[in-house]
């Protein structure tokens, strides 16, 4: 019997991007009392959240005081596609028509 050479070939490693979250972050559109987080999901994309406090009016019994458990709600959450050129992010939303808030700067 006649051995034989097998080769397996490695499917390149995609190129590892630069996390951009925290620019991100500082660069979308917020109001006052948002807090924005961002993760990168995969290569240039990522997931924001603009998270607020959370409105009283609904509690069952808003004379309730002391400490709550949730004291904050996602007011808008979006999948961005981030690349970087020499002017700064290029920030480009999934949704066929990004809300207002978005536009950074």
Do not use: Q
């Not at 499917?11 to 993760?39: G, H, L, M, N, Q």
């Not at 240039?44 to 069952?60: L, M, Q, V």
């Amino acid at each position: 019997m006649a051995e034989e050479n097998v080769v397996v070939a490695k499917a390149p490693r995609p190129a590892v991007t630069e996390d951009y979250s925290e620019e991100i972050v500082r660069f979308v559109k917020k109001r006052p009392e948002d807090r924005v987080t961002c993760k990168k999901v995969s290569g240039n994309n990522y997931r924001c959240n603009w998270w607020s406090p959370a409105s009283d009016t609904k509690y069952d019994n808003p004379a309730m005081t002391g400490m709550m458990v949730t004291t904050h709600v996602v007011r808008l959450s979006r999948f961005l596609t981030v690349t970087k050129s020499s002017e700064g992010l290029i920030v480009n939303d999934w949704a066929p028509t990004p809300p207002p808030e978005l536009v950074g700067g």
